[in-house]
């Protein structure tokens, strides 16, 4: 275990989660800001840094998108288009590196969760694993030996096409891109604009929480045959509720129908798809593990 500090920031849409130190066990300060605007969160987000920044040997950050991760491109580290207010087209890398003058590496905050969860969480012991998140949005990270894939671009894995039973669920899909993608029928918004009501005050024994599970099955299968993680982690609100983990499990069984010969997916599944180790702070610590790992 190394004596050296690091920062960790998870920015979201609506709080910025900050953290000092160098992995679970050892969290020198840890503290919240809400998402206003980029001077009045990022300055208090440097406010609390200060009094370690002669410690700190670096800082990792995550952060909601659109969120630019080109090291080539000329708006790297940069918010792009997102329609939050304020935050359109903000230089957040830079703006962090101009107060607190130490190396700062960024990625997408759903890659950075999967860091974390990685790295000291419920897939440390998988060289390849997947991390998804299913709230607001959906997004998700596949982490290879410690480091997030990507190609051509980052992963979109919320937009993938699934399944859609229109006799089922008639409803048309909420992604303003594609309409009924996976995140426009799955996502929370999606909850809301098809039942009236947020998927939190929606009874467990509704009937559309199994279709919700049949969408988010449809998803990992399509991930588990084309990518075949060694492990997926699923955070995000949607999950939250205690019955969701089992029938996805069983949903995705039934459809995978015994097809791929493997001890785990046909008897250990309860192991197999697994909610994050880390709790909440998959993103905060997977930012400190971003910047550990970097070779900064
Ligand atoms: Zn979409």
Redesign the pocket.
Known sequence: MTDKLYGGIEGGGTKFNCIVGNGPDNIVAEARFPTTTPAETLGQVCDFFAPYMSQIQGIGLGSFGPFDVDPSSPTYGYITTTPKPHWGNTHILGMLHEKLRVPIVADMDVVVAGLGEAKWGASKNNSHSLYLTIGTGIGGGYIVDGRPLRGLTSLEMG?IRIPHDRELDSFQGA?P??GD?F??LAAGPSVEARLGQRGETLPDDHPFWDVEAGYISSALVNYILSLAPQKIVIGGGVMQKDFMFPTVRKKVQELLNNYINNEILLNKIDEYIVPPGLGGRSGMLGAIALIMDSGE
């Open positions: 937009h992604c891109y594609h993608c995140e426009g």
